[in-house]
């Protein structure tokens, strides 16, 4: 017989005993107290305030997770290396590119996506819309979101801070001129309705 | 034909290649010229919701991945897969020496130029070329780390990247399995004479002046890579497909595999990640969905290719070459001759010589272009924006170049030389008259507009003249060019009328590239029918069978927008007929008519309400005219209460337009709608950058549509232009053959600050040849920028630097500093 088979497995540390009654008072011993701990790679994450588990692999980013696995497909994939902002999402009220975040990395963290700030009605897609800004509509998630995370943080962004947040987002129809006119639209009417 | 004035078929046919003007416009528009304030695409795309092919995931589908060469020129003699087929998680390895895909030929091929020779070739005549093997996973990681495990024994051959090196004798062969007599392939030769007498054309000159430029690779950079999804429904293929001309792809899989009827063929256009031609201009990605075609049907299940970020580098635009130009000119600013060649990259679809635009757009006399498709061992030279790209760039440097040896204004040489196709604007504007345009100088009020808008007479100064107080040296440039929209081909579409609300549904099947076409259509369509906009609507992307013209970005409007209208009139006349007439007699006699005793003439339909002309009290909305139908759908169940309303037949119209544009034979068009640009620098002296400070755009479309749309692509092809110009390049290892920069941090391309404020201006003298005098805007800007900025390089500095892209090293090096 395989000797290994006969080791057993702490489920709190990784320590391996050689019998049943050993692993027994090993955990009175050392572990006495402590809820039993999750498998690995189980993750809680708050997607767009809804509470999920996910069992994820090591190697999976938060852009596969939320795109393939759960399937909320606006995020894109533009390049492949975090170098055109289009699979933004925000992370714990931070724009993040969710293609260079493993999915493991963010057990207990909410995440806001372009179907999150879509679903609330928030004024910035009613003014990407007015303002056609967007063309094939690839990158347009990635804007709206990085936006939305601008306008978290200040409410009332001038242009160029607009532009200064905006630039790490890249758009091949080249629709950037329209992208400060839509988030000065947005903020207005954020401020409007506060009033 | 009928010879009634007012039958909507025989004016279809009237226009049809249309080498006049719209005799028909309509008298008022509600919709069309007007700012839209909603894109029919707006929602779906700013919330995320738009599903592109790259989205796509059906129950069981599996991943497949192919490989790549690692060297410029080379041949597999061994490959050993067997590693590759024992990964977990690998469902089927496809190799390229499987009796089925030897024996699969040419599997698709562009306008007859060129196809592939085989899906899956084993040998490679570039660095990356997909050759060798194909390998399905359950994920695309599994597909790729089990490429990773295939071991190959390559024949490396001698490689050739220069293609001037590449066209001398004696040069090593690129492309032996093609080309076995070197490096040239001689259907994309071409010489033409365009017009005139070279010899004397020089003769009559003051001055002769030669120069030579050059284009390096540069490419659409594509947001959505190409991709595919591939199902089998027994034997009815069901495609999922990143492609511009989605009907090619059809055309071509109906002949795999012994033959498919095309009857039997589902393919999806989803929303796309732009193409500007790319890809979608050849059938080279047509060769992994035929992988995935076959793996699906061996293994059972879906199969979807994808192509990495890096392999969207490995074709270009087929501006790639260097250009040889020699230019007479009288010392008034009368260009005597032009006499241009192209020694082409790669270049697949080699249509036109470099100097079409100047035949096209001036009175010179003599012109003559030359150029040569050369082999080199890199990716595929494509249509990107537009296949203009060479004769634009020509034209810009040449007419330039001449007014800086002149130092004369630009924009006086361009009036002093405006004509077509050697014919001064006295015969331009008899041929406006003869065809029904209005006579209008476009080119002038272009460019008086464009100067006020920049303040040119203010700013244009003597070449390296003006320092400014930031200590930078102040640019301005100029170039101009005819608007087009030439593509020959046809378009179709159809309207049907739905029941219960009577909206109305455009069906045709295209892509979406961004345009806002697609709501462009709409606007005509509700104009023409009388309908309300958010009455009418349009989904392309599902199969509906009725092709669009394509490339549909300059042919949009000006073939499918002439299919629309003619689609709409005929639906309304048949809305207003069957309005008047009693319909579908049935046992029980015919259903009376919704306006009895009333001629299709008297009604008119207005906010999707049908009126009689004669009483305007006399209405009824287009919901309530086929809701008559029956409220349980259809047919008319209002019987059963022993009542007997109406019904009426089912409204659909279907139409189309065909166009040989300029490139009729018989009675070619000239163009008479132009555009000026207008471009400001700044270029930093110790440092070489180049910061662009402000651009015009100013564009005679003839007729605006959807003006949000034809502004998207003033500004938006000006900032590709200027990232063309100043960044994009990709680069190849001269010792290895290697591409360096295949990735979006080291092949730059323009970001939100890369820009000062750009204007757009439109001009609407109504000369174009489509519906209601419009013509095409897509292309044109993203392709006649980029030249722009050696004229204002040459303001700033007075040296001109003939290298696209115009780096700092390059001003640096022209300034005598590096």
């Known amino acids: ?195 | 034909m009928s010879k009634h004035p007012e039958d909507q078929t025989a004016r279809m046919l009237e226009m049809l290649d249309n080498l006049e003007s719209d005799k028909y416009q309509l008298k008022e528009y509600k919709f069309i010229g007007e700012k839209i304030p909603r894109r029919i695409d707006g929602l779906a795309k700013a919330s995320g919701q738009a599903d592109y092919t790259m989205d796509i995931q059906l129950p069981g589908m599996l991943y497949m991945r192919l490989l790549m060469s690692p060297y410029p020129h080379a041949k597999i003699l061994k490959m050993d897969t067997s590693r590759a087929e024992k990964l977990p998680g690998v469902r089927y390895v496809l190799r390229y020496d499987d009796p089925e895909v030897m024996k699969a030929d040419i599997i698709g091929r562009v306008a007859g130029f060129f196809g592939l020779d085989q899906p899956l070739p084993g040998a490679a005549h570039m660095e990356g070329e997909l050759v060798g093997a194909a390998v399905a996973a359950e994920t695309e990681d599994i597909a790729e780390e089990a490429l990773s495990l295939i071991e190959i024994e390559w024949e490396e051959r001698p490689f050739m990247l220069d293609p001037v090196k590449a066209s001398e004798p004696g040069a090593p062969l690129t492309f032996p399995e093609r080309y076995i007599d070197g490096n040239h392939w001689n259907r994309g030769t071409y010489d033409e004479l365009l017009h005139g007498d070279m010899k004397k054309g020089f003769a009559e000159a003051d001055k002769v002046v030669e120069f030579s430029f050059k284009r390096t690779a540069n490419t659409w950079v594509g947001p959505e890579r190409p991709c595919g999804v591939w199902k089998w429904n027994g034997d009815c293929p069901e495609i999922w497909l990143k492609h511009q001309r989605i009907h090619l792809p059809k055309s071509r899989i109906s002949e795999w595999f012994g033959g498919i009827a095309m009857s039997k063929i589902e393919i999806h256009s989803p929303y796309q990640g732009a193409s500007f031609g790319g890809w979608s201009q050849i059938d080279w990605n047509l060769g992994p969905l035929w992988c995935a075609a076959l793996v699906s049907k061996r293994v059972g299940r879906p199969v979807k290719y994808i192509f990495n970020r890096r392999e969207d580098f490995f074709g270009g635009s087929m501006d790639e070459g260097t250009y040889f130009v020699k230019v007479g000119f009288k010392n008034d600013g009368t260009i005597t001759a032009v006499d241009a060649t192209l020694y082409h990259v790669n270049a697949i679809w080699p249509v036109f010589s470099p100097s079409l635009h100047l035949h096209d757009n001036t009175r010179i006399t003599n012109i003559r272009g030359h150029s040569k498709s050369v082999w080199v061992n890199k990716g595929h030279t494509v249509p990107t924006r537009c296949e203009m790209l060479p004769a634009v760039l020509t034209q810009t440097l040449v007419l330039d170049r001449v007014a800086a040896e002149l130092g004369m204004d630009p924009t006086e040489l361009a009036l002093k030389n405006d004509g077509a196709m050697g014919h001064d604007m006295e015969w331009v504007n008899e041929e406006k008259k003869k065809r029904g345009f209005p006579v209008r100088d476009s080119l002038k009020e272009c460019i008086d507009q464009g100067k006020a808008a920049i303040k040119w007479d203010e700013k244009w100064h003597k070449p390296g003249a003006r320092k400014l107080p930031n200590g930078r040296m102040h640019g301005i440039g100029f170039t101009w060019a005819h608007e087009w929209s030439d593509s020959l081909g046809s378009g179709e579409f159809a309207i049907r009328i739905e029941r219960t609300d009577g909206t109305a549904a455009l069906l045709g099947m295209g892509a979406d590239n961004g345009v806002d076409a697609d709501g462009t259509y709409c606007q005509i369509a509700a104009d023409e029918l009388g309908f309300r906009l958010e009455d009418v609507n349009y989904n392309p992307h599902v199969y509906r069978g009725f092709y669009r013209m394509t490339p549909d970005s300059s042919t949009n409007m000006s073939v499918n927008g002439w299919a629309v209208r003619h689609a709409a009139r005929i639906l309304k006349q048949k809305i207003l007929e069957a309005a008047t007439s009693p319909s579908s007699a049935t046992q029980r006699g015919s259903f009376q008519p919704a306006f009895p005793d009333t001629k299709p003439e008297d009604l008119d339909i207005s906010d999707s309400v049908i009126f009689s002309k004669l009483d305007p009290d006399r209405k009824m909305s287009m919901a309530d005219f086929v809701r008559l139908a029956g409220a349980g759908g259809p047919f008319a169940d209002d019987e059963f209460l022993g009542t007997r309303l109406g019904w009426s037949e089912p409204l659909f119209a279907s139409s189309y337009h065909v166009q040989y544009g300029k490139h009729n034979p018989v009675n070619p068009r000239p163009c008479f709608c132009r555009q000026a640009h207008f471009m400001e620098i700044e270029v930093d002296t110790e440092t070489g950058e180049i910061f662009v400070t402000n651009v015009v755009n100013v564009n005679d479309v003839g007729k605006v549509i959807n003006r949000l749309s034809c502004e998207g692509q003033q500004y938006g092809g000006s900032i590709m232009g200027v990232s063309r110009a100043k960044f994009e390049e990709i680069v190849h290892d001269p010792v290895t053959g290697v591409m360096l920069n295949g990735n979006l941090l080291d092949y730059k391309i323009a970001t939100m600050k890369d820009l000062g404020p750009i204007g757009t201006i439109l001009v609407e003298t109504g000369m174009g040849y489509g519906p209601y005098g419009l013509i095409g805007i897509g292309e044109d800007i993203g392709t006649v920028v980029p030249g722009l900025l050696a004229p204002a390089v040459y303001n700033a500095i007075g040296k001109w630097i003939y290298d696209f892209p115009i780096t700092p090293a390059k001003i640096l090096q022209a300034l005598g500093k590096a």
């Open chain 1, 1 to 195: 017989m395989n000797k290994e088979i006969n080791k057993f497995l702490c489920p709190y540390c990784g320590d391996t005993l050689d019998s049943a009654d050993a692993l027994k008072s090993h955990v009175f011993k050392a572990h006495k107290g402590r809820s039993l701990p999750g498998p690995v790679g189980r993750i809680r994450l708050f997607i767009n305030r809804a509470e999920h588990v996910f069992q994820v692999e090591p190697n999976w980013t938060l852009y596969y997770l939320i795109h393939d696995k759960l399937g909320l497909t606006g995020a894109k994939q533009f390049c492949d290396r975090g170098a055109c902002g289009s699979c933004t999402m925000i992370v714990d009220g931070k724009p993040v590119l969710s293609c260079m975040m493993l999915a493991i990395e963010c057990d207990g963290k909410s995440v806001e996506t372009v179907e999150g700030i879509a679903a609330e009605g928030h004024p910035l897609i009613e003014s990407y819309v007015n303002n056609h800004a967007m063309q094939c509509g690839y990158c347009t998630p990635g804007f709206v979101v990085t936006s939305k995370a601008l306008l978290d943080h200040n409410p009332n962004p001038s242009e160029e801070e607009i532009v200064e947040a905006l630039s790490g987002n890249l758009c091949r129809c080249s629709t950037y001129p329209q992208h400060p006119i839509a988030v000065r639209e947005a903020a207005e009417k954020m401020k409007a309705a506060k009033k």
